[in-house]
């Protein structure tokens, strides 16, 4: 009685064994028939299947290699997305700082020049072009 349910236990195991290795192993690495065609095999064969997907239709090298999921990074993990972060900050913060810089310059230049705009020297002849071309 107890040999044959360890017979029966043996058999539930090997055919567990076999019908999941054959489903979990890539389609491209099986050897003799596709992998749908193993899967009936394992069905209706469930020991003999079993046994003869582990000796012939089982990609050589050992076991199937696991398959490798790449999956996305949050933000806060990427190190490159927080050293540009970084830099972006910066590069905003130096940015605010010169606007702050030149508006301060340029009231300074209003009150000393008595309103009129610092960039216009006023050398400029009537007729003559600028650089650009412009007059």
Known sequence: MLIRVALAVAVLVIFVYGLVDVIRTDARLTRGISKPAWIVVMIVLPVLGAILWLLMGRPR???????????????????????????????????????????ELDAKSR??????????????????QGPDGTP
Do not use: V
Request: glycine residues 12%; aromatic residues 4%.
């Open 111 to 128: 009150e000393q020049g008595g309103g009129k705009d610092p960039r216009d020297t006023g050398d400029r002849d009537a007729g003559a």
């Open 61 to 103: 090298g050992g076991s199937a290699r696991p398959q490798e999921y790449r999956h996305p990074t949050a933000p806060d993990d990427d190190p490159d997305f927080l050293r540009n972060l970084e830099a972006r900050r910066r590069n905003q913060a130096e940015a605010a700082r010169l606007q702050k810089l030149k508006d």
